[in-house]
């Protein structure tokens, strides 16, 4: 009887296929660009809220209400940024989550213990650090704040501090923020609805149910679909659950896996029309409308005295970094899994510490949590601040160390020597590619050849007499 071949051990953050290599870019290039106008907005609200001859106006422009009042949605302009523009946001999120489950890495049980283990663990160990910090008196009120992760921010980062991270780490940091996003929906959902109407959410479950029927249908028209979104938000607003459920919902919904003859599915498609909404105005409006806090020198002080505080920036940048690296290394220990050759493990720390960058859904969730004390709550956004960017220099101090190895596996990926759009890594167990490859050696070889020849020849006249 032959015997069984052993199986090959699986490598963690190993290279991506082709095609999920050119959805991560395509993904990860609009979300760079809504984090460079992220991190404007956020500077642009603190500067206008510290000012102080633009501090009344920002406050003014914060609290201007308008909308229908019968309709329950007489909202101020802050409160529309977090719960109306925020609802587009979670819709995209809707879409990413349920196209990793379908055709991503989170479809292959395998595959998506890593990313599910990290982030589940980078979501636990931050709420625990903060819970200890205020067993001894604190409110306890907030242990979700520094749970989240915000991906449009991180990726600003890396932007602006100009490393070539490698592709397999990228996707690591975007898997891990789907998966982040959708525990983050489930703590909203669950532990931040309050007061529930249940008539208004029965009416908003009536219009999910008409939503999928009219997709499953094939019915298109944004003129149909827009209208009926706008109803299902409003109505998911006045039940008590929070509005951005309604988003993420809708995005579910989406088909996001491509039938014969199409380019893109349904959910592509639409994410690639709203996406650039929702990364370029959404977040940059609720950041603007956030993100202005009083900054001083008392201010900043009582970030790491006070209890609250103190354990959002903990969380942020002590236990995020803890928690997604030991989820990884734990997940790779027990499942017999072996790190990708190109990476050592602080590389998975380096990106563990920028995943500490929690700033949307961190600010959203600490309004929620202290909705009845303002100055708790404001604390509580300085303290956001203060931890995204302490976590965001540790990241960019641990990612610039190994950059000129990041630098070097990005040219790599990239090269492309044959000229035929596809990267020469992905073709090297390709008989046809290395005899394209040979061609080309040979026409540089005859090239090279003929140059000496020429250059002699130029040497043999110049040597006549003068």
Not at 83 to 89: H, T, Y
Not at 291 to 314: D, N, R
Not at 349 to 372: K, Q, Y
Request: hydrophobic share 55%; charged share 15%; aromatic share 8%.
């Amino acid at each position: 009887m032959a015997a069984s071949r052993p199986t090959p051990a699986r490598k963690v953050l190993d290279r991506l296929s082709l095609p999920e290599r050119t959805f991560v870019a395509d993904a990860l290039r609009t979300e760079t660009v809504g984090g460079v106008l992220l991190l404007l907005a956020a500077v642009t609200a603190l500067i206008w809220a510290n000012v102080p001859a633009l501090h009344n106006s920002y406050e003014s422009v914060s609290d201007f209400h308008f909308g229908p009042e019968a309709l329950g949605l007489n909202l101020s302009v802050a409160h529309w940024a977090a719960d109306g523009l925020l609802a587009i946001f979670f819709f995209v999120a809707g879409i990413e989550l349920k196209r990793e489950l379908v055709a991503g890495d989170l479809r292959d049980p395998k595959a998506a213990v890593l990313p599910v283990v990290a982030a589940l663990c980078g979501m636990a160990v931050p709420a625990l650090v903060y819970t200890l910090t205020n067993v001894g008196g604190g409110s306890l009120a907030g242990w979700a704040v520094p749970t989240a992760t915000d991906i449009a921010f991180a990726l600003a980062v890396l932007a602006v501090i100009g490393t070539s991270l490698p592709s397999a780490l990228r996707a690591f940091l975007l898997t891990l923020a789907v998966v982040d996003d959708l525990f983050a929906i489930l703590i909203i959902a669950i532990f931040f609805t309050n007061g529930l109407d249940f008539a208004a959410l029965g009416g908003a479950f009536v219009g999910l149910a008409l939503f999928w029927l009219l997709l499953r249908k094939g019915v298109r028209g944004w003129y149909v679909y827009v209208p009926l979104a706008v109803v299902i938000w409003g109505l998911m607003y006045n039940s008590g659950v929070h509005a951005t459920i309604a988003g993420v919902a809708m995005g579910l919904m989406l088909r996001c896996t491509r039938n014969e003859g199409e380019e893109h599915s349904p959910g592509e498609a639409v994410e690639h029309l709203v996406r650039p909404l929702s990364a370029g105005l959404a977040v940059p409006l609720f950041a603007l409308f956030s993100a202005g806090v009083t900054v001083s020198g008392g201010a900043l002080g009582k970030v790491f005295t006070q209890p609250e505080t103190l354990g959002v920036v903990l969380g942020l940048v002590v236990g995020k970094a803890v928690g997604i690296f030991g989820g990884t290394w734990l997940t790779a220990r027990f499942t017999r899994a072996s790190l990708s050759e190109d990476l050592v493990w602080p590389d998975v720390l380096a990106v563990s510490t920028l995943a500490g960058i929690g700033f949307t859904v961190s600010l959203l969730i600490g309004e929620l949590a202290f909705e009845g004390d303002p100055a708790l709550t404001d604390g509580v956004k300085a303290a956001v601040l203060t931890g995204s960017l302490i976590a965001a220099l540790l990241a960019t101090v641990l990612l610039k160390l190994r950059n000129a190895k990041y630098q070097a596996m990005w040219a790599e990926e990239h090269r492309d020597e044959d000229l035929d759009g596809i990267p020469d890594i992905y073709e090297q167990d390709d008989p046809a590619y290395h005899l394209r490859m040979a061609e080309i050696y040979e026409r540089k070889a005859a090239e090279h050849r003929r140059l000496a020849e020429v250059a002699g020849g130029a040497g043999d006249r110049d040597d006549g007499p003068a």
